[in-house]
């Protein structure tokens, strides 16, 4: 079946919502570590997918999954000791005061999830978000995610505060709490004092804003003085990708109440969770019942049991900080050199570098260097306000001698556009 | 560990909200067709499980789970054509009017989808659920479940309908049509007209609620006459578990607007979807991408193809049928010589029989015989308004064998209780 075809065929049984990536889409059939392979056997370098981030087919989890996938597969209302054992290794990577994890099957359901509970403890709904925060596609999540557009209505209860990027970095800490201040007035004085402040802790969506490390202190504290609950979505910066830590939260100094996960959390399995502290799941657990049909099943734990293992012994942590450190070096070698290469943001494996024409943010430009890798068989992609931020977030098993080859052909690309 | 330490780590782990079956909670280790087995070799007979509903770990889907997860997994921003094999296969089992579906992880994700897709067609908020009716637990679609009990606030735009078992069989379909025109009327005047009603086809929390097949038709027709959509939500009722047909719904004769399914889609594997008309998801997906992460990836389309087939290949829908008329039979024995059984309701392979005490609904003993069973390793549950309906649903490989033996020990426990 050609391309063509596949792509009328999907919109045929799948329809409209289904977005593909590329002006001419990519087709892949095998997937090995840092590699996607085509139909043709060509191979791609993978700079983009931060959910097999141990590698595509990364053995261990392959074996753990096959292993339980062939034993049992049931749910959370037996006794079973897998989904202990991940919940053990998993608050272990976190703060003592962080000592409960609820298991979902998604982000989008943990951070639903979260907003529930927040909802509970503190007997308020506002909500506090970016003005271009993603958190996900459920009914609740999606109103609280501007960068999906204004075809999602926003309840009255949703505020936004300006992006960090609005800031320059010296004043990034000062005027995002500012901002803070600003917006809890505003919905306190509206009669929707904030249940909760949620951010991606990386800032994925409005454009990565890593820097400086420390910056969001301030503004989470005005939060939680002010009764509202903090959540550390660390959907995309958890796991090592920042390569300083575990959690993207522990960058910045910051005591989260919950701390949402997804994504990498069972390299393609699905499998994500909500961890908080004790007190907050109490008076919401006494009341409510929760259970996710598949949320923490024994193949899912299994899988986000074998994910923790993997980067703890493969040292993925200290990888991404010295192989992010030498492509952050490149980046910037390359935005030295090039008009059209602006700020490079970012940490570890995850970086934002704007992409400008005269000083000014140029999407078109991004996105012709998007296809222009994909056509050399590098797949990025482009992000923030202006669709102007080329996305580069390989897996965690990334090398020097592919970010080698991704900057030769980004280089390329850059001349070329 | 003995199960008190497990229960011990459980709570200090997971926290309250996870709650466990029985009074003594079951521990398995492994499970293999209608078997699950504890960590000391003993079976029990899983007469409860929908989920694996071909048997615990099916090889076919194993197998197929096993080739994918080695191969690729990753999204659908790429293409790919086993999502595209999974959606055509899955939407030759509908009607021709339902002919796009969108794949999620949880029936609570299709759901929730359902809800965001039913408001952007029609404009309007209202939703009308049954007076116990359980569709999942997102902050959405939680408010739409009032069997989660009052933890749950309600927004203003649920209205809930009185369950169909309020209505004696033979004025069921006028009884529930009535009720449905009050329950629009008032919604309609409180400034909420219905953009859906949604129903479990078979009415699992509401205490399973079968017949007479088509006594949905007059109130299914009366909220479309008003503009409203129907979901029907077949996370119960579908892939074959009537016994009379694919989906719940075509028992009843019904033209939904929106399918919704889940747990058994692949198996235990975290697979769901919603199903629905063209023309319902034009609007949405032009205005608003909706990308799940891990929704419709290779893996979750090869075991749901996998599902698939194997309900086809198996002849499942009619062992449901078969298997399920026999257990009917036995069941209505049991009805006919104790006073403490009363109404029989299902069909294929999901029953719900009261237990009663001078012909008033028993919870406790429907919980005592429910742990009776539980000791004597077969598994059931109980559910409705009162707990005092035994929940059976077991996969659908039961055998007559496997009926001989639920029923055996079933007359034991209703003896004993």
Known sequence: MTQTDLIARRERLLGP??????????????GEGVWLYDAAGEAYLDVYNNVASLGHCHPRVVAVITQQVNTLNTHTRYLHETILDCAETLLATLPDHIDRVMFTCSGSEANDLAVRIAEAYTGRTGIIVTELAYHGVTHAVSQMSPSLGEGVVRGPHIFTVPSPLS???????????????????????????????????????????????????????????????????EVQAGFGRTGEAMWGFQRHGLNPDLVSM???????????????????IEQFGKKSRYFNTFGGNP???AAALAVLNVIADEGLITNAREVGAYLKDGLHMLSDH?????????????FGVDIVTDGKP??????????????????ISATGPHGNVLKIRPPLVFRPEHVDRLLAVLSAAVSNS
Request: net charge negative; glycine share 10%; charged share 20%.
């Open 362 to 379: 140029d999407g078109d430009r991004a996105r012709q260097i998007v296809n222009y890798l994909r056509q050399h068989k590098v797949l």
């Open 17 to 30: 919502a289904y977005r593909l990536f590329y002006d001419e889409p990519a087709h892949f059939v095998r």
């Open 299 to 301: 193949v899912s734990s």
């Open 262 to 280: 997804g994504k990498p959390m069972g390299n393609g399995h699905p499998v994500a969770g909500v961890a908080m502290r004790a007190e907050l």
């Open 167 to 233: 800031f320059a970095p010296e004043d990034r800490a000062a005027g995002f709490a500012q901002a803070m201040d600003e917006v809890i007035a505003r919905m306190t004085r509206a009669g929707f004092p904030p249940a909760l402040f949620i951010c991606d802790t990386l800032f994925s969506s409005d454009g990565v804003i890593s820097d400086p490390a420390g910056f969001l202190k301030p503004a989470v504290e005005r939060v939680q003085a002010a009764g509202g609950l903090f959540v550390a979505d």
């Open 338 to 350: 090039s008009d059209h290469v602006g700020e490079v943001r970012g940490t570890g494996l995850f």
